[in-house]
């Protein structure tokens, strides 16, 4: 009996607290966090459907641009929703699937993102150290190959974890001090010893993180030293100014990920609100950075979108012309002329 009873409370909702010490101002924090989905939709739909539609934009490096904003519009559809459901609507129960649903969304596409990141480093190395065999080592198909590479990894190191973690019995409180399924805050609710669990997440996480920023790392110092070769400053900053955008990400990536991430193990002296505020601006606000950095620092994204929007401008306004026309013919109708008439 009381075995049964575990399996039912285990499997009972979890409730979102929000932001702990802060439900007052939930509706006044939540507009922040709802312009910055508007706008990280509004971004990296428009750099994807620049990226699909121009075919100029058909090379490996804005293959790898396009990954990233679909990974961005997925890691803030899996969070943000709920997020401004329990700001807006005081809507926190989430269910006990739901919960790891979302949590799985979150760290697998952290891991595909690393790897994506990975990519694109290698891209820029072979398009600046080895630029004559750019096209015949990066084909669009080994682009897309590293890519379904960069989900399956990610999927493949995060399922076992999930497992361990849904495998755990929750009969204690259901009440999540976070406004997502932060994994953490999560875990401190299991009743029974997360060692194995927590095991294995530092081990992947050292094993994703540390094994790509050394390679990342190991690329942009290959990269330098080839620039640094070049007879003139002006193809040297020309060459460094198109590693700025891919520089600009990493370091929004791994420095917010590693600061959420200590924050969260390392609690000791710092306001819950404030763990848990940083944790939730990680996940929105790179988001709705990332195509804005695109857009600022590669002229050609910059063209593509420019194009995009008067192709959208050009098709909007013969539709407005001709509802214009028609609206006007339903207000003054022509009078109909008898042929008969007419003749006489």
Not at 6 to 27: C, K, V, W
Not at 78 to 83: E, F, H, I, R
Not at 131 to 152: D, E, F, M, V
Not at 172 to 178: F, L, S
Request: aromatic share 8%.
């Amino acid at each position: 009996m009381s075995t049964t009873n575990q399996s039912n409370t285990n499997r009972s909702p979890f409730l979102l607290m929000g932001i702990p010490d802060l439900e007052a101002l939930h509706m006044w924090i939540s507009i922040p966090f709802c312009l910055t989905y508007i706008m990280s939709l509004l971004g990296n739909g428009m750099v994807l459907l620049t990226v699909v539609l121009d075919k100029t934009l058909h090379e490996p490096m804005y293959y790898f641009i396009s990954m990233l904003a679909v990974i961005d519009l997925i890691f803030s559809t899996a969070v943000v929703p709920k997020m401004l459901a329990v700001l807006w609507l005081d809507s926190r129960e989430i269910g006990f699937e739901a919960c790891f649903i979302q949590m799985f969304f979150i760290h697998t596409f952290t891991a595909v993102e690393s790897g994506v990141l990975l990519a694109m480093s290698f891209d820029r190395y072979i398009a600046i150290c080895n630029p004559l065999r750019y096209r015949t080592i990066l084909t669009t198909s080994r682009t897309i190959q590293i890519g379904l590479l960069s989900l399956a990894r990610g999927t493949g190191v995060m399922t076992p974890l999930m497992c361990l973690l849904t495998s755990l019995p929750y009969c204690g409180t259901r009440v999540i001090p976070h406004s997502y399924c932060e994994h953490m805050a999560v875990v401190a609710l299991a009743c029974a010893d997360p060692a194995v669990s927590d095991l294995y997440s530092i081990i992947v996480a050292t094993l994703l993180v540390g094994t790509d920023s050394v390679f990342i790392a190991f690329s942009y110092t290959m990269i330098l030293r080839s620039v640094m070769r070049l007879p003139s400053q002006e193809a040297r900053l020309k060459a460094l100014s198109t590693c700025g955008s891919h520089v600009s990400i990493i370091l929004l990536f791994y420095i917010g990920g590693l600061l959420s991430m200590y924050l969260q193990m390392f609690s000791v002296g710092s306001a819950p609100h404030v763990q848990v505020l940083v944790a939730d601006f990680y996940l929105t606000v790179p988001p709705m950075l990332n195509p804005l950095i695109y857009g600022l620092k590669m002229k050609q994204i910059q063209e593509g979108m420019l194009k995009l929007l008067r192709q959208l401008v050009r098709l909007s306004v013969p539709q407005a012309d001709k509802d214009r026309s028609d609206a006007e013919k339903r207000r003054h109708p022509q009078k109909r002329i008898d042929p008969i008439v007419e003749q006489v």
